[in-house]
Nanobody
Framework: QVQLVESGGGLVQAGGSLRLSCAAS????????MGWFRQAPGKEREFVAA????????YYSDSVKGRFTISRDYAKNTVYLQMNSLKPEDTAVYYC?????????????????????WGQGTQVTVSS
């Protein structure tokens, strides 16, 4: 079992920045690939970013590439999502997720069904 707790969401103006955190406990953090997904009202949950077991490979959706950065701190069992140049269309509930199988491709990183553990989500609202 892996427990995930997100934090860092809030209200920010367009062009601003936020950093989301996801604290993991339970299963060995270092053997879990980690991802961030988001869900806006009335829309399906979508992939945002992911990072491999080792942290050496990261993956991003086209909509956030160049603006968001995913990273992980093994000492703190935490994964981060640094979000810069935020846009109103980034408004959503952001979810942290973990998977025991490592990620080897863009296709795998986006596979929502392959993530076994999910956090409760944190709201991000970007005003125009």
């Amino acid at each position: 079992q892996v427990q995930l707790v997100e934090s860092g969401g809030g209200l920010v103006q367009a062009g601003g920045s936020l950093r989301l955190s996801c604290a993991a406990s339970g299963r060995t953090f270092g053997r879990s690939a980690m991802g961030w997904f988001r869900q806006a009202p009335g829309k399906e949950r979508e992939f945002v970013a992911a990072v491999s077991w080792s942290g050496g490979n990261s993956y991003y959706s086209d909509s956030v590439k160049g603006r968001f950065t995913i990273s992980r701190d093994y000492a703190k069992n935490t994964v981060y999502l640094q979000m810069n140049s935020l846009k109103p269309e980034d408004t959503a509930v952001y979810y942290c997720a973990a998977r025991s199988r490592d990620i080897y491709s863009d296709y795998e990183s986006k596979n929502l069904g392959a993530y076994e553990y999910w956090g409760q989500g944190t709201q991000v609202t970007v005003s125009s």
